[in-house]
């Protein structure tokens, strides 16, 4: 079973940068296509960004696009996500998961004020 440990959230002033990361329990991580997806008061859970195995593809929300950037480290079965030029309305708890399989973590909250 596939365990999950989001960190890096916080509180951010707008135009700020912060990066998250998910440790992630599993022999086969490196086979895994990995996903952020966030989760704003009130609102449904979205997609944010996911890497393939290889790390060569990535994939992007379009209002994540250019601000935000997914990376893996396979030796290290970890997941990042550098998020720059925040928005209050990024504002979110955020999740990495394996696509397609798997239960959620506790999540990471980001907090981003004008």
């Known amino acids: 079973q596939v365990q999950l440990v989001e960190s890096g959230g916080g509180l951010v002033q707008a135009g700020g940068s912060l990066r998250l990361s998910c440790g992630v329990s599993?022999?086969?991580?490196?086979?895994?296509?990995m996903a952020w997806f966030r989760q704003a008061p009130g609102k449904e859970r979205e997609f944010v960004a996911a890497?393939?195995?290889?790390?060569?593809?990535?994939y992007y929300a379009d209002s994540m696009k250019g601000r935000f950037t997914i990376s893996r480290d396979n030796a290290k079965n970890t997941v990042f996500l550098q998020m720059n030029s925040l928005k209050p309305e990024d504002t979110a708890v955020y999740y990495c998961?394996?696509?397609?399989?798997?239960?959620w973590g506790q999540g990471t909250q980001v907090t981003v004020f004008s």
């Open positions: 998961k394996p696509w397609g399989f798997g239960s």
């Open positions: 599993g022999r086969t991580f490196s086979s895994y296509v």
């Open positions: 890497i393939i195995w290889g790390a060569s593809d990535t």
